[in-house]
Structures are given as C-alpha cells and as structure tokens.
C-alpha cells in the first residue's frame, strides 16, 4: 500500500448492518475511538424486529421463553457462539441498546423475558423479543383477537390487508379490511411504504390521513396499517392518530424496502453522531492487511474500486456478514472469508451443504459455515489459534449457528458485538495502562 495520510484509530469496524452499528454504540458508550466501514448494511431489509432467540427445537415450533431457548442451544447446536456469553452479558447487551435507540428517538417494548408475536404482511404470527413500540398493539391485538380493521391503500403493492384476513380467517374472525386512497398520492399509480412515511411526518398529511379512515370505522376497537407512520418520531404520530381517531393504532412490518428497517439505521446514525465512532458512509473495505508493531492497515472505498481513505487500527472486528453481503464467498471449491483470507468451517465435501428436503427441520450445513473464533470471538487460523491477536468477529460471519432458522438474527448480533466490545475495551485498558 503507498503512502497516504491515514485516520489512526483505536479499532477498525468492518461491516455496517446490525452487528457493526451495534458494535460502534458499545464501543462509543466505552470510549472507544473506532471508524465503522462498510456498505448499506441491509436495514432496508431488516424488519425492525430485535428477535433473541425464537425456536425451541428443531421441528417443535416457536419459543415462548427465549431464555429457556438459550439454555437448550447444545442440544441442537453445540457450537453455537451464544454458548460463549453468559446469559446477563446477552441481558445487558440488549438493555444497552435499546436504551440507545430510546434516547434517541425510536423506542422498544417487549414482555420482560418473553417472545411476544406479531402479525407480519404474510399473516403469519413472528416471534420476536423486542419490538417497535409502533407495533406494541399489533402484539396485543394478535393475543386477544378483538374486531379490528386492517387498511389497504390503492396504489400499495407492498401489503393486502386481504390476504392477511384470508390467512387468519379460521382463528381471528373479527378482521374487518378497508382500502383508501393515500393523502396527496392519489395520481401515483404505484405508492411505497418510504415515501408514505415521510410524507406522514406532516401533520396536514395525518390530518387528511383521519378524516379518510374515520368513515371506514365500524366500531372495531384496533386498527392496523403497514408500517408508514414516518421516518422520524413515529411514535409521535402513532399518539396523534390514536388521539383524533380514538382508536388502538398498530403497524405491520412489511416486504423490503422496510421503514421500520429504515428507522433503525437512521436512529444508529443519530446515536453515534458527535462520539469518538466515525462512520465513513457507504465505504467497503478494499485492501486490508496486518502488520506487526503497527496493527491493521485498511483502505476503503466506493464499490468502483477508488480508494478513498485509509485507517490504521490497533484492533479490528469483522461484522461483515455471510453471503449476501460478501462477508463470506463462494465458489465450486468452497467457502471464503473475503477480508482477510481467513479458514471458514464448512461441510469438507459441497455435497454436503444441503439434505435432501429443503425444509429439514434440522437445517442445512452450509448454514452454518463461518468464522471459528476462540472465548474472546478472535477468529482462529489453520493452527487452531487465534490469526491476530487483536482481530475479533461478530455477527451472522461466526460459525456454528444458522440464525434464520432459529430466528435469532438480531440477538446473535448485538451479544456477540457486546461481548467482543467488551474484550476490546479490557485489552485497550491494558496496553495503555
């Protein structure tokens, strides 16, 4: 690499979905200077869920308790990384950030140590452990099953409040749906949820919003819409339109392009605004290489390929993702990990990375491949030791765990980032001490 000047940082985050963001609000609360690279992070394909862990079993079907979930891991998954953080440090994680997002704008709820469900766009009920508060009635509404009405706007291809009626018919049948044409969009042949939502931060907006619904009102004590109650203060709007409707209001998560997935990555942006973590936007990791006495050299850049920036970190933390997000790829050969060339666990043979039946209940080995990394989440090399001493991992990247299947995405993300913070921190306290 050619000289050029160079951001000298205490550690280098690579990857900005919910593992590197959380990572950058652990490492900020701590002090920690840090620069957090990487491209969109998929948020607008997150549904704003932070599920912790929502199957039991394989093939016994949702976990009510996700910490008697945590408790089973081995007997399923005996190489999960949860295994290595203790179940507080897994509490602390989660309180932490959702403190975070709280004091900044966009505030969860949940039962105490409970999975609550909500009804998703498919009509299907999702487990989940933390929810938007724009939500909290979706959750109550699913248990109790009162007369509710479910809102269609013309133009919106995105959410049928039919079919969700249709699917819930036989166990909820007091679904009334409606349909409306959307404030200021009814020329637009095709409506989208983002644009619904900023244009709902406007009170002329929510305004022309009630006085459409309310005629539409048959006595029905919630009512639900896909997920459009602004960008920015939803829970806000959520009160004003629960005021002059006077009614339980509830958003349904929906198919990307995801507001509530939206909403997050704009509220981690507004909470590391103005710390010690400097995110550089929409920059990948180009080049990166260690070298002793000096730590991690990395540039970054466009996905052009023009370097723009380089950092040199005393530390690093991969949060890079598997294969949508190129953390992991993959060729007829095998699996690679694309930064730093490090050994992926995986099946030995590819004939090997699926059974039989797409829908095992047991899941497939290839998803499960990842990063092996010791106690402190440090990546191991082909000697079974830790590559650098000062590299660690985090996210869905780690081996031994198949996070869709046991929808624990979010969870594994944030105690995984937590606890690799956490050895970061002890490790930076000593070498300055």
Not at 71 to 76: C, G, H, L
Request: aromatic share 6%.
């Amino acid at each position: 690499m050619e000289n050029k000047d160079m951001i000298h940082t205490d550690l280098a985050i690579i990857g900005a979905g919910m593992a590197g963001m959380a990572a950058g609000m652990f490492a900020a609360n701590r002090g920690i200077s840090a620069v957090v690279a990487g491209g969109a992070g998929g948020f607008e394909y997150a549904s704003g869920l932070l599920d912790l862990w929502g199957l039991t079993h394989p093939g016994k079907g949702y976990c009510k308790d996700p910490w008697q979930g945590l408790a089973q891991i081995s007997e399923s998954w005996p190489l999960h990384p949860l295994l290595k953080i203790p179940e507080s440090d897994i509490g602390k994680a989660f309180d932490e950030l959702t403190d975070g997002l709280n004091q900044n704008g966009l505030a969860y709820t949940g039962l105490p140590r409970g999975n609550s469900r909500i009804i998703t766009a498919l009509g299907t009920a999702k487990p989940t452990y933390r929810l938007p508060l724009t939500m909290a009635h979706n959750a109550t509404a699913l248990e109790e099953k009162p007369p509710t009405l479910l809102l269609d706007f013309h133009g919106l291809r995105e959410f049928r409040a039919k079919f969700v009626q249709q699917v819930l018919a036989s166990t909820w049948p007091d679904i009334n749906i409606a349909a409306i044409a959307f404030p200021q969009m009814a020329m637009r042949s095709e409506l989208f949820t983002p644009l619904m939502a900023q244009a709902m931060e406007t009170e002329q907006v929510q305004d022309q919003f009630v006085a459409a619904v309310k005629p539409q009102l048959k006595g029905e004590q919630f009512l639900g819409v896909p997920a459009i109650l602004g960008i920015n203060r939803p829970e806000e709007i959520l009160k004003r339109l629960e005021e002059l409707l006077e009614i339980k209001l509830f958003e349904i998560p929906t198919s990307p392009v995801s507001v509530s997935g939206i909403r997050l990555k704009e509220t981690f942006k507004k909470v590391l605004a103005g710390t010690c973590v400097t995110r550089l936007l929409d920059q990948r990791v180009l080049r990166a290489a260690h070298e002793p006495g000096k730590g991690f050299i990395l540039e970054t850049g466009t996905q052009s390929g023009t370097a723009t920036t380089r950092i040199q970190a005393k530390n690093c933390l991969l949060a890079t993702g598997r294969f949508l997000s190129k953390g992991l790829i993959s060729d007829r050969k095998g699996v690679q990990e694309s930064v730093f060339n490090l050994p992926v666990t995986q099946p030995t043979d590819r004939q090997q990375w699926h059974t039989s039946s797409y829908f095992d209940p047991h899941g497939h080995a290839i998803n499960q491949a990842g990063l092996a990394t010791d106690e402190k989440f440090r990546p191991l090399g082909k000697d079974n030791c830790p590559a650098h001493e000062n590299l660690y991992a985090a996210g869905s990247i780690l081996a031994g765990q198949d996070w869709m299947r046991t929808r624990s995405g979010s969870g594994l993300s944030i105690a995984t980032a937590f606890h690799a913070i956490e050895q970061i921190a002890q490790n930076l306290a000593k070498t300055s001490g």
